[in-house]
Nanobody, 119 residues
């Protein structure tokens, strides 16, 4: 059974930082391409960042480039998202997901962790 345990969300002021974590289980994490998605109220879910398994290729949405960093710890089946210089536009529910390698499409995702940025 695939499971994601997301954590690290919270409320911060603009300019602050948060680090999201996602402990995954139920599949072979080290060979799985992973990503973070987010969904703000009234908006569609969007891809934030992804990291491929084999070649380590990383991508970011234009809106977060230079501020967010995705990483993975294959030994501990954990995906991370370091978020710096947060703005109110980053307020959303953030989801950990398996993605189709060499694409930005999600296979499935967890329950999410809420990030709220106040001005």
């Amino acid at each position: 059974q695939v499971r994601y345990e997301e954590s690290g969300g919270g409320s911060v002021q603009a300019g602050g930082s948060l680090r999201l974590s996602c402990l995954a289980s139920g599949f072979i994490f080290r060979v799985t391409c992973m990503g973070w998605f987010r969904q703000a109220p009234g908006k569609e879910r969007e891809g934030v960042a992804g990291i491929y398994s084999e070649n380590g290729v990383i991508y970011y949405a234009e809106s977060v480039k230079g501020r967010f960093t995705i990483s993975r710890d294959n030994a501990n089946n954990t995906l991370y998202l370091q978020m710096n210089s947060l703005t109110p536009d980053d307020t959303a529910m953030y989801y950990c997901a398996r993605i189709v390698c060499n694409s930005r499409s999600a296979v499935d995702w967890g329950q999410g962790t809420q990030v709220t940025v106040s001005s």
